[in-house]
């Protein structure tokens, strides 16, 4: 008997693909290790290529679940997991990073088309790797220094204030603080980390660059990001970012150097800083959909999810270039609710002129939890950032 997560009673891998059950698109069949809302903005795009795809999550109740045709639960680093699910489809690609790259290898060597590829995705999983990935190719980055645990920074004293991220299993946010005295160490992170140099930083920008199966490559126009403070995730996307051309051209040509030296097909988002010098620093990078390409829905001719799938159906990549000015707004639950999510103002929201409301289908708030998006479209950036911030308001994630 089946239960209705697509389950058998003795749990195997993907009896709904069973010869009697309905099977899949005889087109190509994609696997997405993490049916969150990536994975459903993803899926959404791919109802224009009908081809068929398959999600597998941790989470019983993730955004995929209950709008894609294959969805299984399971653990994204259990390597038999991974590798079963990963047989039954012709290409596999990420929506988050914490997987098991063993079994992708494994999928990879048995000619399963496996993008980003796993060598692609171990360097970003692990932000130490990174780092020495940026150093050792000449991409300019922040100074950092490598620990193994909380007990080094005795060594950093004198050093301080530096920024502390946990080389692997960060994200939203988490996973990085700033020490800024030597009061802060007692509540420093405990384990493998990285120590970078706090930099004085003029703006935060994002690049995606996409890499098709033939080598072609693309980067979209910069995007520019502002920060919550206290949660430390995007609060505010503006795009274009208010920079000069120059810096605009310079930042694409360096996210499409990362995404040509790491060898890899798909899209890449390249966060940088611009110091107040004017230089560029690379950030990180995610090999995946992300927060700062959300706005090519609407705001771009070629969108990050269209993009994606064109890598991996092997066809050519779209123009990035941006159609109208945009601003996208995080739906962030508010910081005092927890429980069934509501969404208060929204009939406000959606009543103004070149706004365009995504909800992700997650059911439970919590403080900061990424619950959906807005961006605001105009012909003017300044009169799109005027609205946005009403929105920001208005629109509430309440319980």
């Not at 990879?108 to 980003?116: N, Q, R, S, T």
């Not at 996210?255 to 060898?263: R, S, T």
Request: glycine share 8%; aromatic share 8%.
């Amino acid at each position: 008997m089946k239960s209705p997560t697509g389950q058998t009673k003795n749990s195997q891998l993907f009896s709904i693909f069973d010869p009697m059950e309905k099977p899949f698109y005889k087109g190509l069949k994609i696997g997405v290790l993490g049916g969150g809302q990536l994975g459903r903005m993803l899926l959404q795009k791919s109802y224009s290529y009908n081809v068929e795809m398959a999600f597998i999550d941790p989470d019983t109740h993730a955004p995929c679940r209950e709008i894609s045709n294959w969805f299984y639960r399971g653990d994204l680093n259990n390597f038999k997991l991974v590798h079963d699910f990963g047989k039954k489809c012709d290409v596999v690609t990420i929506e988050i990073e914490n997987v098991c790259v063993e079994a992708l290898e494994q999928l990879e060597k048995e000619g399963i088309k496996v993008f980003p590829q796993p060598r692609a995705i171990k360097v970003v999983q692990d932000k130490g790797l990174q780092k020495l990935f940026y150093k050792n190719n000449g991409f300019p980055t922040s100074d950092f220094y490598l620990i193994e645990g909380k007990q080094d920074l005795e060594l950093f004293k004198n050093q301080l204030p530096l920024v502390q991220k946990l080389r692997k299993g960060g994200y939203d946010g988490k996973g990085v603080q700033v020490l800024r005295s030597a009061a802060d160490i007692e509540n420093a992170f405990d384990g493998p980390c990285i120590l970078e140099q706090l930099v004085p930083i003029h703006k935060e920008i994002s690049v995606i660059a996409c890499r098709g199966q033939n080598g072609d490559v693309k980067a979209y126009p910069p995007v520019e990001m502002e920060f919550n403070a206290e949660a430390n995730l995007v609060e505010f996307l503006f795009s274009p970012a208010k920079i000069s051309k120059t810096l605009e051209i310079q930042a694409m040509e360096l996210a499409k150097k990362i995404i040509v030296q790491l060898d890899m097909v798909g899209i890449l988002a390249v966060e940088m800083f611009i110091t107040k010098e004017g230089e560029l620093l690379v950030n990180e990078i995610a090999p995946r959909p992300h927060n700062s390409g959300h706005q090519t829905i609407e705001g771009n001719e070629t969108s990050q999810y269209d993009q994606l799938l064109r890598c991996l159906m092997g066809m050519p990549l779209g123009n990035t270039d941006i159609t109208i000015p945009s601003v996208m707004v995080n739906l962030l639950g508010e910081k005092d609710y927890v429980g069934a999510v509501k969404y208060q103002g929204i009939e406000q929201a959606m009543a103004t002129d070149g706004v365009n409301v995504h909800i992700y289908g997650k059911t439970e708030t919590k403080p900061f939890r990424k619950m959906g998006h807005v961006t605001v479209v105009d012909k003017s950036l300044e009169k799109a950032i005027v609205k946005a911030k009403i929105i920001k308001d208005t629109l509430k994630v309440i319980a």
